[in-house]
């Protein structure tokens, strides 16, 4: 049978679980389901409730999953594997077991000391960065920095094929919790208008440049004192205050790793498409192109890489 199945792959982060039934490297089919953080059953009884469909049709099959199903919170925590990492490196950390006739591979996340000098972690990144390299071989020659902007955004630091170390920025959960849990917003009429965005946004990220030497903690409050004087809408403060934190997280980002980043003309950015968006147009007033790439599909490149010791390194 032509159609036939080889295996599944799993992006299991805190928000979502999102299943792909593959062939070799191509998606048959796809199913979702909750993230770690929304259980409302085991993580075992959600992994096999999604999947049952396929199970019925197809018999047992190896699953492979990447995210935050192998943290603390999650399904069977697994170790972090430490840096430099590589496939080899996270093909030696992965947790593998059984579970109702399936053999399961979990990956590990990574741990580092980050250019500042502190521990750092990440947990499903590392996959996608292994899926980046797997997919665009030119970033596993020399010395590369690829972004990965989320609710924990990560600049990564990637030499010769190997994660080398990473420095982890607050913004996208700073700026959720400011939006929802902060008077900031709540100056003003909440309203939909894609224009006001644009350039609520531009303004912002204009300030961030303008003031780059003032703390962060003394700019945020013009996000609503500006709707009190000066009639700033609802949805040009909301992107004003994305602009402060992502163009103060891309100047926090220039000189790192010896900077790198400040040098590099291209930059990979992986994540979710708006944000990647605002990420690029922080990164063009610096003279950095960027190259968005797709996370769900590159963390499916990244466990078929190491479910397939074969490929390239």
């Known amino acids: 049978m032509t159609n036939s199945p080889t295996h599944i792959a799993g992006d299991w982060g805190t928000t979502h679980l999102r299943l792909h039934l593959c062939q070799g490297a191509t998606v048959i089919d796809k199913v979702d389901g909750a993230g770690i953080g929304s259980l409302t059953i085991s993580a075992e009884a959600t992994l096999f409730g999604a999947l049952d469909a396929w199970a019925r049709k197809h018999g047992p099959l190896p699953v492979w999953l990447a995210g935050m199903v192998g943290s603390r919170n999650g399904w069977r925590e697994v170790p972090y594997a430490s840096c430099p990492a590589g496939a080899a490196e996270l093909r030696a950390a992965l947790l593998r077991f059984d579970a109702r006739g399936h053999s399961i591979a979990i ?17 499903g990144e590392e996959t996608q960065i292994l899926g980046a390299i797997a997919t665009h071989p ?60 644009r350039r609520g946004f531009e303004a912002g990220l204009q300030r961030s440049r303008e003031l780059r030497s003032v703390p962060l903690s003394h700019l945020l409050f013009e ?32 000189p790192l790793f010896d900077g790198t980043l400040r040098a590099t003309k291209s930059v990979p950015i992986i994540g979710a498409p708006k944000l990647a968006e605002f990420y690029g147009i922080a990164l063009a007033a610096h003279g950095i192109e960027a190259q968005p790439l797709d996370a769900t599909e590159l963390t499916i490149a990244g466990l078929n890489a190491l479910a397939h010791p074969d490929i390239p390194e």
């Open 138 to 197: 030119s970033l596993g020659r020399g010395r590369n920095i690829v972004a990965l902007p989320g609710t924990h955004t990560k600049w990564a630091l990637v030499e010769n094929g190997k994660l080398m170390s990473f420095q982890t920025s607050l913004s996208g959960e700073l700026y959720a919790l400011l939006r929802d849990r902060s008077t900031l917003l709540k100056a003003s009429a909440a309203e939909t208008n894609e224009e006001a965005e």
């Open 223 to 254: 996000v609503r004192s500006r709707q009190l004087i000066q009639g700033m809408t609802h949805a040009e403060a909301s992107t004003y205050l994305s602009g402060l934190i992502i163009g103060q997280d891309v100047l926090g980002a220039l």
């Open 107 to 123: 990956a590990a996340g990574v741990s580092c000391t980050n250019p500042h000098g502190a521990p750092d972690v990440m947990r």
